[in-house]
C-alpha cells in the first residue's frame, strides 16, 4: 500500500496509490489536475550522516588527523528542520553564488514509539519507505554537518507517498539512483550501508525516543554532484518509488513548481 498527501484546491487531502491513480478514503478516485504534492510525514526528519561504506572510506585518512584522530564510532546525526520538507514535483532553490548538490536516500517512518528496542526487533517499528532527496551545499565537516549547508528552505524533499513495509519488505539489497534531466548521475545501495536500517533504530532508540511519522534519512551514497537551476532531479528506489525535484534560482518564483 502506497500513502500520499496532496493538496486539492488549498486543502490537504489523504490519498492512497494504485495502479489507477490516486484514490481518497472513501475509493473515490482524484484527478491529478492542478493538485500538488505535500510530503507525505510530518514527524521529525533524522539524517545519518556517513552511513554509505564507500562514503565513509573516502574520508578514512582526513579523520585519523585533528581535530577528529579517528573515524566515527556512533552515528553522526543531523535535523532536516521543519522548514526544509518539500514535495515531489515542486521547486528547490540554489542559493545565489552557492553550489547545490542533491542526496539521495532511503527514508525510513517510523509506525510507532521506538525506545530502547533491540536490533532483531526494530523493523517491526518501521511504518514503510519513502524517497528523501536531502539537498545540500558542499560541507566541510562530516562530523559536525552545518546547519546553514543542510537547512535551507525546501532542502529536503520527501515522497512521493510511503510504501508500506511489507510490500517493500527487506530494505537491505535496495537500489538508490540519482538522474539529472534524465541521466543517470550517481547510484547506490542499501546493502552499502555500514549500519542497516534495524541497527539504526536500535541504536537511536538506546538514548532518544522515536516516534510514529519520524523519519530517518538512511544514507546519502558517495559522489555527490552539482545541479543547476533548470535541472530536471530524480531520486529513484527500488520497490519504493521515483521522487522528482525542478531547481530553480534563488529568488526565482515559486512557478517554479509543477504539478
Known sequence: MRHALVEINGDPVAVTVDDDGLRRANGDLVG???LRWLPPVSGTVFGIALNDRALLESHLDSFNHPPYEKPPTRPVLFIKTPNTRNGHQRAVSRPAGERL??????????????????????????????????????????????????????FCPLGPWVTSADEVGDPAGLAVRLSVNGELKQEGN?????????????????????????VL???????????????????????????VSFVTEEGAPREGDRS
Open 32 to 34: 491529478t489536475d492542478r
Open 101 to 154: 548538490q542533491p542526496g539521495p536516500s532511503l527514508g525510513v517512518v517510523i509506525g510507532k514509539s521506538a525506545s530502547r528496542v533491540r536490533e532483531a526487533d526494530a523493523l517491526d517499528y518501521v511504518a514503510g519507505y519513502t524517497v528523501v532527496n536531502e539537498f545540500s551545499l558542499p560541507e566541510d565537516s562530516y562530523y559536525r554537518p552545518a546547519v546553514k549547508a543542510k537547512c535551507r528552505d525546501g
Open 190 to 214: 542499501t546493502a552499502n550501508f555500514v549500519r542497516p536500517v534495524a541497527r539504526l533504530i536500535a541504536e537511536l532508540s538506546e538514548f532518544m525516543t522515536l516516534h510514529e511519522g519520524d
Open 217 to 243: 534519512i538512511a544514507g546519502v551514497p558517495a559522489g555527490r554532484v552539482d545541479v543547476q537551476p533548470g535541472d530536471e532531479v530524480a531520486v529513484e528506489i527500488d520497490r519504493v518509488g521515483t521522487l
